[in-house]
């Protein structure tokens, strides 16, 4: 070690002590959670790998996981507990690999107990790990069921909820058990709780969102929190009464952080259904797109923040929190600290809720959709800076080739744009930025309690929002397929290329038969829609064959109990030209690192490449990025999350790049930094996927012996 690095670590430990009993207590050379340590901050206090050697780093080994399919991911960051590192593979098997070696000690496949082999359980972004002396489980789930394993062998622990497996659509507080549910961020450990989110549908069929701690010995619901209130229970009053039970989601697909001293969970919620039109969900929306502080043993409410008052953009709490400790005004303050889809970070006391920083409900845009109200104030934080740029004006309009120019102006000449807060237009379209994939993204936060700072990751590219009324839908098929698969394929068919495919044509490929089992089982990234009745899917059948019976969709709608929007989104459309190319001038993808004691940028650099641009002289130019950095205190950042399929490591107190690799797929994920026979690793999941080819790797890396 040289002499700086003997300094730098002496400092941060006296610095960490320095700091009082709740930060030292956290042991920063685990990584045995998602997000690494106890408190989540995705930072390891590991230092042998450093700035002056990391360029030295090779391939430690590769696990191929063998079971990548067309359009599969691997989104897991993985965990490391005495020796053994824990991760899922593409189809959701679950393994144990030496952590020295990659080689594979046990691995589980859920489907084995669950049967259907082919049936469609989302991604997973990782396990959680639990133990109570002898006692030692692997918790994770696969599409709706909560399941448990024994961290040593594998096997399933058949006295965990029914046979070792736990139904999520159950114990929801209502009469409807048949939801789209996935819960593909691994739940938090509180004692011997597992507190637990969910995916669910983007339209009105989802389930309500509530948060709910399972007991992880039984698998028995020892509580729930009602995102969406029951009347009687505060919030209540700013949902419509008329429609607030037929209203789903306000929930937790991001993840959540505990602070196991204070017994708080902190739970960042999404928006409401529908996303893009709530004109049966007037008021501000409370639950939805909060931060929740719950008290983790019975999950009641200590307090909670709303960051977007009736959201009508899919501006979902993307990430979980960071637990983080700041001076301020020569005081040491334990906080919370939210990033958002909207580039701005939230933060507030832990104990009372209080913002650091003032926080301004600042007059935006109103609705001119029809049946809808939008809320006259958003939220905008004074501090801390945002991470990105924060709208999308006429200088912004990709120019680096006159073509590509006209291009987008084209797509621009009915547009609204140059308002951040602008909402959905009954006639025409809006660009939302940043976009629904953010800002920031589902890989979260990196935070370094040594020198109190933070470093995120973002996508800068341009998104349009286009809406339809239901009632220019002509027949049942056609509205079927709307509420369902119109907001990833688009109400025209022709899907979101390369990420979602076009289902024009459809009668040249699959049967009737073999297309319902693909909407009853699903595959790759499309869900499944068992949940749908019966007599819906084989009219979207008809529908999606070419065969749709025109018949009085009025009728439909009159026997049916369901909501329908009275708009709907015409699909999820980054604005690009037809080469594929970003609407905005780049750079597209984004490092920042903010001083959390003032709430300044220390430095902000580019983030990933795109080759074929780079020879042409546009470099840097960034890309689209999914997954999060990993700060050490060896005085590097790590990050892949990049669509060039490389992983890099930065210089944490410049952003100056020290070393890059290429991946045998794109690393959508987290990477992981633990230590084993006194050698420190750097492992990253290659599962490719978002437009990407995909992969089966898990690729880790350390210096040479």
């Not at 700086?4 to 006296?14: D, I």
């Not at 007991?215 to 209540?236: A, C, D, Q, S, V």
């Not at 200590?302 to 929190?321: E, K, T």
Request: net charge negative; with cysteine; proline share 6%.
């Amino acid at each position: 070690m040289t002499f700086k690095n003997w300094l730098f670590c002496l400092c941060l430990v006296f610095l960490l002590l320095s700091c009082g009993k709740s930060t030292s207590e956290i042991d920063y050379t685990d990584w045995s959670n998602y997000g690494g340590p106890q408190d989540g901050s995705r930072y390891s206090s590991l230092s042998q790998i450093t700035a002056e050697n990391v360029a030295q780093l090779q391939v430690a080994w590769i696990y191929n996981t063998g079971d990548a399919t067309e359009r599969s991911q691997i989104q897991c960051q993985p965990i490391v507990v005495n020796g053994l590192l824990y991760g899922s593979t593409p189809k959701l098997n679950v393994f144990a690999l030496d952590a020295a070696t990659g080689e594979e000690v046990w691995r589980f496949d859920p489907f084995q107990v669950l049967g259907g082999e082919n049936s469609w359980a989302g991604t997973n972004r990782g396990v959680t790990y639990w133990e109570s002396g002898e006692d030692k489980r692997i918790l994770f789930s696969a599409g709706n069921w909560l399941m448990a394993v024994n961290a040593l062998t594998g096997e399933p622990i058949l006295s965990f909820g029914d046979q070792g497996k736990v139904d999520m659509r159950k114990d929801l507080d209502t009469d409807l058990e048949d939801f789209l549910i996935v819960s593909n961020t691994p739940g938090v450990v509180y004692q011997d709780l597992l507190i637990m989110g969910m995916r669910l549908s983007e339209g009105l069929d989802a389930a309500p969102g509530h948060v709910r701690a399972y007991n992880i010995k039984t698998g028995k619901r020892e509580w729930i929190f009602h995102t969406i209130p029951h009347e009687g229970e505060p919030g209540y009053e700013t949902w419509d009464p008329k429609y607030v039970k037929q209203i789903g989601a306000a929930n937790n697909w991001a993840g959540m952080v505990v602070d196991q001293d204070r017994g708080i969970v902190f739970v960042p919620t999404g928006s409401a259904t529908y996303d893009f039109w709530g004109g049966y969900r007037h008021g501000d929306n409370i639950y939805a797109n909060s931060l929740l502080a719950l008290n983790a043993k019975t999950g009641e409410r200590i307090w909670h923040f709303q960051a977007v008052h009736h959201d009508v953009w899919d501006r979902d709490f993307p990430a979980p929190p960071n637990l983080i400790r700041i001076q301020k005004d020569g005081k040491w303050i334990d906080a919370v600290a939210q990033i958002s889809k909207q580039g701005m970070t939230y933060v507030f006391d832990r104990e009372s809720g209080k913002p650091i920083w003032p926080i301004v409900e600042t007059p935006v845009t109103q609705s001119v959709l029809g049946g809808e109200k939008t809320s006259p104030t958003q939220p905008i934080p004074s501090l801390p800076e945002p991470f990105m740029k924060m709208v999308f004006e006429e200088k912004d309009i990709l120019n680096l080739k006159p073509e590509w120019e006209s291009d987008i102006r084209s797509q621009l000449a009915n547009a609204i744009f140059g308002d951040t807060w602008a909402p959905p237009h009954p006639e025409k379209p809006i660009v939302l930025f940043p976009g629904m994939d953010g800002g920031a993204e589902w890989g979260g936060a990196s935070f370094d309690p040594g020198t109190q700072t933070m470093y995120i990751n973002a996508n800068q590219i341009p998104w349009v929002i286009e809406m339809t009324p239901n009632a220019s839908f002509g027949n049942v098929g056609q509205s079927i397929y709307t509420n369902y698969c119109g907001n990833c394929h688009g109400l025209d068919r022709k899907g979101n290329l390369p990420a979602m495919p076009s289902l024009i044509g459809l009668k040249d490929k699959y049967t009737p038969d073999s297309l319902d089992q693909l909407l009853r089982m699903g595959r790759g990234a499309m869900p499944a829609f068992g949940h749908i009745t019966k007599e819906e899917r084989l009219i979207l059948i008809d529908y999606l064959m070419g065969k749709a019976d025109a018949g009085d969709k009025q009728e439909l709608e009159a026997k049916s109990s369901k909501l329908y929007p009275q708009y709907y989104m015409n699909g999820y459309k980054k604005l690009v030209t037809k080469e594929g190319l970003y609407g905005s001038n780049p750079p597209w993808g984004l490092l920042t690192a903010i001083d959390m004691n003032t709430g300044k940028k220390k430095w902000q650099v580019t983030l990933g490449e795109i080759d074929s641009l780079s020879t042409q002289g546009f470099a840097p130019t960034g890309t689209e990025n999914y997954g999060g950095p990993v700060a050490t205190a060896g005085g590097v950042i790590f990050i892949a999350a990049t669509k060039d399929e490389k992983i890099r490591a930065f210089d944490k107190e410049t952003g100056k790049i020290l070393w890059e690799a290429k991946l045998p797929a794109a690393g959508h994920a987290t990477p992981a930094v633990y230590e084993k026979n006194g050698k420190q690793f750097l492992v990253i999941a290659c599962g490719g996927g978002k437009g990407t080819k995909s992969g089966d790797a898990y690729v880790a890396f350390a210096l040479p012996d």
